[in-house]
């Protein structure tokens, strides 16, 4: 069940963007071509009610990963009534001792509410290298500022459900993990740029399918 609380915000969101449209909506049209601003509308003669309704976010994600994490999307992608509307929503599990790995989403804004679970360290890095973080709890709502580094670490008794809107229909996402180690970027590259020990470099290349 979604909290009261997470769906007042998310309707917040959705309502501020909705004022800044001069048609009520643009359904994605996934059979058109898609441009640089995204997904093409779909004729309004062939829009129904379930191209606003998603059905999924009540299902757990798959965890069985080595960061004991999963997460389900409700982007512009798999929700087509979301397109041009500015916002989107997913859902995130975290077994205990699983982590949401460090990562940043340089083109939105995310608003995160704990469903479930207790002593989950949240928190971001701010361009200066301020690290602002704290324990939260079932209940509890953070914002993470667009682009910045953000990470939750799941230090409770019990898998935690966390819920989380973004300010974009389709928020890119780039882990740092995967940046660094799972592409063809040389390792004396990244060596001579993190100051990490080379064979450490390999190690990690392999665990995330990276080369060179």
Known sequence: MISPIF??????????????????FCVADYAAPQGPAGYSCKDPANVTVDDFVHSGLGVPANTSNMYKFGFTSAFAFNFSGLNGLGVSVGRADVEVGGVVPIHSHPGATELVVIEEGSSIIGGFIASNNKVYQKPLNKGDTMVLPQGL?????????????????????SPTVQLLDTSLFQNDLATDIIAKTTLLDAAQIQKLKNLFGGTN
Request: aromatic fraction near 24%; charge should be negative; proline fraction near 3%.
């Open 149 to 169: 580094y953000h990470f939750f670490v799941n230090q409770g008794k019990t898998p935690a459900v966390i819920y989380a809107a973004f300010s974009s229909e």
């Open 7 to 24: 769906l007042f915000v998310l309707f917040f969101i959705l309502s501020c963007s909705y004022a800044s449209h001069v048609q009520d």
